[in-house]
């Protein structure tokens, strides 16, 4: 196999690399807690982009349910992410015949 021709192929594939994980980036994933009553947005990057609280579960008392819901839809928004950058840099893996 000639070297330019496989200098070209990876040139090529990083370039598909960081494009996907542009476009990946830029996405935003729902997690949500308690039926959707909290719902949190993030993007590829892990950063908060919304959070949403229905307002029939605000209570003072219920301060630390409330708490670990925000986590339980953050991290169920985090799964999203993991998901879609493995779901999407897996096709490239399939293209080097990982």
Known sequence: MDINSLMKQAQAMQK????TTR???A?????SASNGMVK?????????????IDEEIINKEDKEML???IMIAFNDASQK????????LGSMADMLGM
């Open 81 to 88: 992410i993991d998901q879609s950058k493995k779901d999407g």
């Open 27 to 31: 996405m935003q994933f729902e997690g």
């Open 67 to 69: 708490e670990e819901m």
């Open 40 to 52: 949190v947005v993030v993007n590829g990057e892990y950063r908060v982009v919304s959070v949403n």
């Open 16 to 19: 598909q690399l960081e494009e």
């Open 23 to 25: 476009k990946l980036n």
